[in-house]
């Protein structure tokens, strides 16, 4: 149900592999992608560097708090967020969110433009340099992902390019701790992605899930070296609906749970529109930081909890 795609084969068998990709971006939402070109050693830096900064006291996790800025920037601690906005369930998960990164002195932090803001970093030697190393090479995976939708589209090669520079695009780490059996319990709560694409990458352990159109929840797969790729809600809103956004989530692990999660996201100014060629429009343009502001609003907003 979860396909495996061959970057490689864009280069080598490009039919073959639009055809593969363009059936899985319109059926599940969901595929695997393996022979990539983000390097194995600096993906194993990412989680080493995770793992140092989860085992930190909560106290100094804390002077990093998500809520203390308006940029979404640093760690959020469990009950933080609640994804599924149709129910009272608390996400039982911590994260921490690196964006893109800016100096304090530069001129649209000091204008307060949105999601324009610095990055906060723990006291751990080398982290920053691993997040801004492993920042760049998802953002150039994923653009090149994007020109292969250009090419399944049937539009210009670079059609996308231009919208990814300097992003709204933002690196999660992300750890569950296992669960207590509560009947009430989630890690994360059913929900679409709010940007164009995903990559996630995990370490193995089970518990992500998703629900393509009338279908069940159904595993995704662990497939050593591949990335979890999935379409977001801006990308289905931009191709008008050809692209399909599936709801997923992630059951409470029986192990810690430790994932990766790059959401390639468009730069604020981008207006995203009906793409040419894909019918009356379903959507009215909206501004793409306009768009992803409604969504991370509605993720932090306080809500009860069971």
Known sequence: ?????????????????????????????????????????????????ADAFFSRPAAEKRTLS?????????????????????????????????????????????????????????????????????????????VDIHRAFAADLGLEPEHFTPAFREPLAALRLLHYPPGTGAANEIGAGA?????????????GEPGLQVRPRGGDWTDVPHVPEAYVVN???CLMRWTNDIYVSTPHRVLPPKRQRRSVAFFVEAHPDTIVAAL?????PKYPPVRAADYLRSRLDATYAPKAVT
């Not at 609640?82 to 129910?87: A, C, E, I």
Request: hydrophobic share 45%; charged share 25%.
């Open 1 to 49: 149900m979860i396909p495996v795609l061959d970057w490689s084969l864009f280069d080598t068998a490009r039919d073959r592999f639009l055809s593969e990709l363009g059936a899985a971006v319109r059926g599940p939402g969901f595929f695997l992608l393996r022979n990539h070109s983000v390097p194995a050693d600096l993906r194993a830096r990412v989680f080493d560097m």
């Open 276 to 280: 040419p060629g894909t019918g009356t």
């Open 231 to 233: 379409i977001g809600d």
């Open 66 to 142: 998500i809520l203390k800025t308006p940029h979404y920037r640093g760690w959020a601690a469990e009950g933080d967020e609640s994804l599924d906005d149709t129910s009272a369930l608390v996400d039982r998960k911590e994260s921490f969110n690196i964006g893109f990164d800016l100096a304090a002195d530069d001129p649209r932090v000091l204008r307060g433009e949105p999601f324009r803001g610095v990055n906060v970093w723990p006291e751990i030697d080398g982290f920053r340099e691993t997040m801004l190393a492993y920042f760049d090479a998802a953002l150039a995976l994923g």
């Open 191 to 203: 929900h679409t992605d709010y940007g164009a694409i995903t990559l996630l990458m995990t370490d």
